[in-house]
Structures are given as C-alpha cells and as structure tokens.
T-cell receptor, first 114, second 117 residues
Framework: GESVGLHLPTLSVQEGDNSIINCAYS??????FIWYKQESGKGPQFIID?????DKRQGQRVTVLLNKTVKHLSLQIAATQPGDSAVYFC?????????????FGRGTSLIVHP | NAGVMQNPRHLVRRRGQEARLRCSPM?????VYWYRQLPEEGLKFMVY????????ESGMPKERFSAEFPKEGPSILRIQQVVRGDSAAYFC???????????????FGPGTRLTVL
C-alpha cells in the first residue's frame, strides 16, 4: 500500500542552527503536501503547504522543498528556537475513496538545545 | 475566534463501557474529520463527515465505532464496548471546504485522550 514515512525519528539541534526534517512519500497521485507541528499534549498545527506544481515554498523562517522525482519532501527551519521543539509530521494529500484525506507520516521529534 | 473544540480532553473507561467524544468545528466550518493517534505514531484517518452525512468512513473499524455530525450540535465519535486497544488520542479537525477536492487545509482540535482500563 501507499505510505508516508520520515527518515529520522529524532533530530537534536542547537538554538540558532538551521534544522532540516525529511520525509518520503510513495503515492505518485498525491498533489498536495502539508507540514504540521505537534507540541506535547496538543493537536497538530499547520505550518506550511506545497502543491505538486511547485518545488519550493517559503514561509516565515520555514521552507518546504518538494522533489517529485524521488518523492521526497523536506522542511527547513531557519535559526531554530527552543519553541520549535515539537514533533513534525508531513502529510500527503491524494485521492482516496473519492476524498482527499491527508496521510500522515510517523513524525520526527525535533529537540532544540539552548 | 474559537478554534476546534474537543471534549472531554481526557476520558477514562473500563473495558466494555462506551466512550463518547465530542467535536465542535471552527465557526463557519461544515466539514469534520476524526483521526486516531497511537503513541509515537502519526495520525490515522478514521472518518470524514459533513452536516448530517458521512462522506468517507474508510478508516473506521467495522465494529463498535460510529460517528455522526447532526444538523445541530457537535460531531460525536462513539466507541461501544471499549477494549484496551482503543486507548489512544483522538483528534478532530475541521475545514471550510469540501475535501473531495485537493488542497484542503484542516484545523485540528486539542484531542481527547482515551484510556481504557
């Protein structure tokens, strides 16, 4: 079956460094991708999204890169701060039973050391 | 400007009891989604509803689980005769647009953590 997965379950960085979180997807029909941040005890929070007709999109301190050739997605966080510590999920959105329901990866835990 | 509301935040049930989880979507949103999250795992889709209709229940277990989104009031996820394996965090999300089209951002609630003793 189709799956979304993350290469690194845990990423530790120093405050001020840049962070890169990677994600692989396998559903070639997916045309919309989303990164979510989930802090402990809370629900996922939308960070940034990208459509399949783009290969890069920038937000505030975050950049998402999409490589459709190798079905790879990454989230780059510039000048990482302690408040960025959380679990980050990528989700691919493709047709499933007539609906476009996100399929979530397992998640990467980002730990930012002051 | 309240976000997605879920209650209760924590729910403890004994095996065989029923669990009822409630979700009030964001104002103006008529599309609701339920997900289940096991520890250290991603969210697994369960069901997608619009007002009074179940649109996609492909992720819903065939037995004991049901969901509704009545014309008035919150969406309800109901689990009958709970078992220990039902222990998880259950998240609700809402969106203003029809998820039968791609590119649809969902807004998540804080979740209900169900513990089955």
């Amino acid at each position: 079956g189709e799956s979304v997965g993350l290469h690194l379950p845990t990423l530790s960085v120093q405050e001020g460094d840049n962070s890169i979180i990677n994600c692989a997807y396998s559903n070639s029909a997916s045309d919309y991708f989303i990164w979510y941040k989930q802090e402990s005890g809370k629900g996922p929070q939308f960070i940034i999204d990208i459509r399949s007709n783009m290969d890069k999109r920038q937000g505030q301190r975050v950049t998402v890169l999409l490589n459709k050739t190798v079905k790879h997605l990454s989230l780059q966080i510039a000048a990482t701060q302690p408040g960025d510590s959380a679990v980050y999920f990528c989700a691919e959105n493709g047709p499933s039973g007539g609906s476009y329901i996100p399929t979530f990866g397992r998640g990467t835990s980002l730990i930012v050391h002051p | 400007n309240a976000g997605v509301m879920q209650n209760p935040r924590h729910l403890v049930r004994r095996r065989g009891q029923e669990a009822r989880l409630r979700c009030s979507p964001m104002k103006g949103h008529s599309h609701v989604y339920w997900y289940r999250q096991l520890p250290e795992e991603g969210l697994k889709f369960m069901v997608y509803l619009q007002k009074e209709n179940i649109i996609d229940e492909s992720g819903m277990p065939k037995e004991r689980f049901s969901a509704e989104f009545p014309k008035e009031g919150p969406s309800i996820l109901r689990i009958q005769q709970v078992v220990r394996g039902d222990s998880a965090a259950y998240f609700c999300a809402s969106s203003p647009w029809d998820s039968r089209k791609s590119g649809n951002e969902q807004f998540f609630g804080p979740g209900t953590r169900l513990t089955v003793l």
